[in-house]
């Protein structure tokens, strides 16, 4: 059986406080469900699911995407700390544990690679009462090259979702093993 390690992270009272002021703006965005929804949306890069999510879900559903965390917390990268890593994570799994308390709806994005990791989120979320929606972006490689290239080109702070999606579903998987 292989080793686990476990980290300690010490935080102030007004560090925590700021973590807790940033995961409360994604929170408060999810619209409280009798049934909530969990919308995934998957695609490859530059496909477009920032823009579908943002057209479709920017109202009415809590946001877990560790690069918008990220972005919020180092305010577009100008106050980047060692502890960053460790905050978006702190601040991702206050997201979702809240957003589930209180029963509110949620979104994420990834590319979907993996079926297992994908799997186990859909059938916990459905478990704990959620109503799972998959939602899968389509682009031509030539069309998303285009976009992504356009994105570089307007200085667009982006971080994709091909970076982010093994803290996103980790945190799900965590909560859902503990609950």
Known sequence: ????????????????LRLAKIA??????????????????MGGIASGKSTVRKQSYDDGYALIDFGAIYLTLTENRKNQSEKDAVY?????EMILTTAISQKR??????IGDEAEPLDTIIKGMERIGYK????????????????????????RDDISSADTQEATMQTFIDYLNKN
């Open 88 to 92: 978006c994570r702190i601040i991702g």
């Open 24 to 41: 409360d703006s994604f929170v408060q965005k999810g619209k409280v469900e009798e049934k909530p929804n969990l919308i995934i949306i």
């Open 132 to 155: 799972p929606s998959i939602m899968h972006i389509f682009a031509e490689i030539p069309q998303a090259y285009e976009r992504h290239i356009k994105q570089v080109n307007d200085g």
């Open 1 to 16: 059986m292989a080793e686990e390690n476990y980290g300690v992270v010490k935080l102030d009272g007004d560090e925590y």
């Open 105 to 110: 709806n949620v979104v994420i994005e990834i």
